[in-house]
């Protein structure tokens, strides 16, 4: 399946005339593209929902693509969106205990995560980037980080709250 | 449901659409404006320079800086409405930076007290008209701003609370501009503190507000 820049572009012309021969072809490009899009950024557990979204978001939305400019920055432009709503949500979501009976597969994705988390960690103040780990990656309680790290309670509140908005922004600025 | 049969019902659901037009949106909020300016001009009279026909010096400057921030705000919503990576979008802050000078020169007026700013700034701050400026303005910037958000949901802005501030931020001086062809003040410094309290609240309004509202 081609999913270069300009048969995305064509097929997605085409599909907003109405073509649903092109409509489907198209769909099954971006499928492809978003796939790749995603495997370097989500757990691979999360990529197919997140591709299925982000098809319904390219659908509902197709208005806003204007043919007259390329089409990638567009569906770029989409997938962003839908992987940082993701984000936030996987951010919100209450953590539960993993059950021991699960399978381990390829622990390159995980190792990736981990790779490009540090990355981010490493943009960030370090008095942040420290509670940060204790919190939210050692699973810390509060009162303990502020022990171990020095930092009142309501100091490590409010370096982890920014140290994650810096953390967004520079995902969003990716 | 798999990819492949989401693809077919996706497929199965396909209608001809056309690409939304950013001249649309920007039309349909200069038709809107237009339309609260005359409704203010028509509760409450059209300031009586500007019924003769010579209108002072101010109402010209602070009316052309509330349009071209208006504009090139509006202009800002409608590029965020069909999104891309790698697209800039900060024309809009020039403007912005256009109209803050009101604001500074009151100011800096004010500090330095600048002798011959006399009769720039001869009409009289009256606090009376603030709560009346503010209100209208603000009211006014409702209506604006509720078009252009409804326009902007069939659009895709992917960053929402920019998108908000853009849509306070125009319907703000749309929303002033209007009630500025009513306002009997001639002061710098009325203008300086209470037109760009008005913005700047129905900015933060924007923020708040318009993101809920174009969330997709």
Known sequence: MNVSEAHLHQLMTRSLAGDAAAYRLFLSGCQMWLTRFYARRMAPSQIDDLVQETLISV?????????????????????RYRWIDQLRKTGRAKEVELDDTLGVDSEEDVIAAKLSLDCLLDQIKPEQASVIRLVKIGGLSIAEAAAKSGQSEPLVKVNIHRGLKRMAALVESE | MNTQNLIESLAADLQPIKPIQPRNGISIVLATACVVALIVIAIFGLRHDLRAGAPNPIVIVRGGLLILLGLATSFAVTRAARPAVGQGQNGWGWALAAALMLPLAAVLIYCSHIVNAEPFVKGEMDFAYGPYCLGISSASAVLIGAVQTLWLRRGAPTDLHRAGWLVGLAAGSFGTFAYSLHCPSNSIYYVGLFYGLAVGLCAVIGRFVVPRLIKW
């Open chain 1, 59 to 79: 659908h509902n939305k197709r208005a806003s693509y204007d043919p007259a400019r390329p089409f990638l920055p567009w569906l770029a432009a989409i997938a």
